[in-house]
């Protein structure tokens, strides 16, 4: 049960900034929020995460909504090499670990 | 990042023959999993492990059991491959709790059953 909605596709031109909305409006207080890409059906590559605050590092930048209700994560400037599915995760506690609610991700296709 | 590694990487095999999906890897973490994931389809957890002697199944029902005898290495195996067993098998490892337990995954097996 996915507690992520994300948009199925979105394109952005190269060069400028990419901005992926993630929907979350059912998580809980102590579950972060993970995004992870995926080329070509490779392994998922980890990009950031958060709890509540936004969060900066080398590949983007991710902005969680005051109530962490949804979350944005930001491609600053997009390459061709960008191009690829881009999966909003809530992490769930289980007993001594946590797991991954895949959902169904976000396409992105970055244009010369 | 964790240096994770998964052979094959694509196996074409017939119905009935039985069938291991190698995982390793070398950054010592404890805790590993391993995902299911159809094409175009989301990824889903079938199997997860705390450490040595340790592995829980999953959300998603699976027929393949696991074994972890080796802090590096979590195969996965199925008795008698099927067609509907067709998919793609993900790994992963997580470091410890004071680094976060963020996951990293393996290139991932494409098994295809005929």
């Known amino acids: 049960d996915a507690k992520t909605t994300q948009p199925t596709s979105m394109d952005c031109a190269e060069g400028r900034a990419a901005n992926l909305p993630c929907n979350h409006s059912?998580?809980?207080?102590?579950?972060?929020v993970y995004w992870y890409r995926q080329i070509h059906s490779q392994g998922p590559q980890y990009i950031i995460h958060?709890?509540?605050n936004n969060e900066t590092n080398e590949m983007a930048s991710l902005i969680i909504t005051e109530d962490r209700k949804s979350s944005t994560l930001i491609l600053p400037h997009a390459t061709l090499r960008d191009t690829a599915v881009y999966y909003c995760i809530v992490r769930v506690a289980i007993s001594g670990t946590y797991k991954y609610i895949f959902g169904t991700g976000t396409r992105l296709k970055v244009l010369a | 990042e964790a240096d994770i590694y998964q052979t094959p990487r694509y196996l074409v095999i017939g119905t009935g023959k039985k069938i291991t999906l190698e995982c390793s890897q070398t950054m010592g973490h404890d805790k590993m999993y391993w995902y299911q994931q159809d094409p175009g389809m989301e990824l889903h957890l079938i199997h997860y492990?705390?450490?040595?002697?340790?592995?829980e199944k999953g959300d998603l029902s699976s027929e393949s059991t696991v074994s972890r005898i080796r802090t590096e290495h979590f195969p996965l195996t199925l008795e008698s491959a099927r067609p509907s067993h067709t998919s793609q098998y993900l790994c992963?490892?997580?470091?410890?709790?004071?680094?976060?337990?963020?996951?990293?995954f393996g290139p991932g097996t494409r098994l295809l059953v005929l």
């Open positions: 059912t998580i809980s207080g102590n579950e972060y």
């Open positions: 492990s705390y450490g040595v002697n340790s592995t």
């Open positions: 958060g709890l509540k």
């Open positions: 992963a490892s997580s470091a410890p709790a004071p680094l976060g337990e963020t996951q990293y």
